[in-house]
């Protein structure tokens, strides 16, 4: 049996998980500590699934800085994220830039693409 105590980033509240595997729950583990029903959601997907948002910035040309802010569209699994960080590391592009443009499409197959976080001319 699994037990693992974690810290919840689902809300401000950041309550004192205990999460516990029990393969006769619905979900197939047990929440304790949670004060709503984020928490609950959250530490089951920390310990089966745990993904992330990533955010970073690329290089760019003719732009008034030399960095774009990026992010991604959706949440990647965490063991993916080093992985991404090389492609995004390699990128370059050329101003001008929208806010929500696709800079990365479909990243690592994922389904999640990397989009910029502002614009840029």
Not at 52 to 60: A, C, G, N, P
Not at 86 to 110: Q, R, S
């Amino acid at each position: 049996m699994k037990k693992r105590e974690m810290i919840c980033i689902a809300c401000p509240i950041g309550c004192h998980l205990e999460v516990i595997e029990d393969k006769t729950s619905e979900g197939g583990y047990i929440v304790k500590g949670a004060t709503c029903k984020r928490g609950e959601v959250y530490g089951v997907k920390e310990m089966s699934n745990p993904t992330r948002l990533l955010t970073s910035t690329v290089k760019i040309s003719g732009g008034s800085l030399k960095r774009l802010p990026v992010r991604t569209s959706s949440d990647i699994p965490k063991n993916r994220i080093f992985d991404c960080m090389k492609l995004i590391n390699a990128v370059e592009v050329e101003a001008p830039i929208e806010m929500g443009d696709v800079i990365i499409e479909d990243i690592l197959g994922t389904g999640v693409d990397i989009i910029a976080s502002r614009s840029l001319h």
